[in-house]
Structures are given as C-alpha cells and as structure tokens.
C-alpha cells in the first residue's frame, strides 16, 4: 500500500438533498465488511432509527447517539448543548485513540448551524485526529471552513422529493 492509502481522509456530505446519513452507513458497512473498525456519533438524533440496528448485525460498528429530541421545532436547551459537546468530546477520545478505523459524525452540521459547538471546536478535533482514520461528517448547511477543511465534499441537491405530495418517512428506505 501507498502512503496515500493508508491515510485517513475527511469527507463531508452536505446540501438539502436526501441520503447523507445513508450514504455515511453505506461507507460504514463497506469499511465493516474489511474488517474496519466503526465508531458512529449521532448529534441531532435520539430515536432508534433503522439504520442504528445495523450493531445487532455488525461487531465492528458502534454507535452512539448525543440528541435530545428533535429541537428543529422547539429551541434549543441548555441540555442539548451538553449532550453534543459530550458527544464532541468522546468523538476526539475515539479519533485520537487510534484504535477506529472509520469515525462518522451524523449531523455534526446541524450541531452547528444550532451553536450547540463552535466551528472552532470541531476543527481542533478533526486536526488532532489519528492519521489512518477516516472521517465522513454529514448534515445541511455545512460552513465553509469545513468545506474547506475536508478532503472530499458531495453536495447532495434535492431536485424532487416524494414528500412533498403528502409521502411521509417510510420504513426502510426513508427511516
């Protein structure tokens, strides 16, 4: 392997498009299925949603949720902002251990764009990170200074969406 190979990356998928979160646990799986080592932070959400039953099937995925609820419809609590800087912290342990292969940060723009940590903060912890490990950040509205700081950036565009005629998530491909 080449140097190149043996770096670990940072990737940002971004845009008001569908399929960020899904995209991140295809990476995930793929990283699995060779034997990686995957650490999942989730920073908005709390529910289990389907894709979080990926570590009953999966020994080399975890997966950690830091959301209270969804704060898009309410304003954000002090707590919230705890749990997300927690959730901050245990992802610098993981990053810098050295012992995960690949790191996600589910939303980690949206912990953002909600003050719930500085843009500063996070960029501390993506530099300090272990140099094999992969990083793929997701959520909306992503700063430029990560755009600037990642590596590789997918901006996912919504042309049409189902939603908009009334289709609500549906198990299994939208949850």
């Known amino acids: 392997m080449t140097a190149s190979e043996n770096k670990g990356y940072i990737?940002?998928?971004?845009g008001n498009g569908k399929g960020k979160t899904s995209a991140a646990f295809g990476m995930a799986i793929r990283a699995a299925m060779t034997g990686?080592?995957?650490y999942i932070a989730q920073f908005v959400k709390s529910m289990k949603y389907s894709e979080t039953r990926i570590e009953e099937y999966v020994d080399n995925i975890t997966i950690h949720q830091f959301g209270r609820g969804c704060y898009l419809l309410r304003d954000v609590e002090e707590e919230d902002k705890l749990a997300a800087q927690r959730g901050l912290q245990e992802c610098r342990i993981a990053l810098n251990s050295?012992?995960?292969d690949m790191v996600i940060l589910d939303e980690v723009t949206i912990a953002l764009y909600f003050r719930l940590f500085s843009i500063d903060d996070l960029l501390l912890v993506l530099n300090e990170k272990?140099?094999?490990t992969e990083v793929i950040m997701t959520g909306r509205s992503a700063p430029q200074q990560l755009v600037e700081r990642a590596d590789l950036v997918t901006e996912m565009t919504e042309v049409k969406h189902y939603y908009e005629q009334g289709v609500l998530s549906r198990p299994g491909f939208d949850c």
């Open 36 to 38: 990686k080592k995957v």
């Open 98 to 100: 050295g012992d995960w």
């Open 130 to 132: 272990a140099e094999h």
């Open 11 to 14: 990737q940002l998928y971004t």
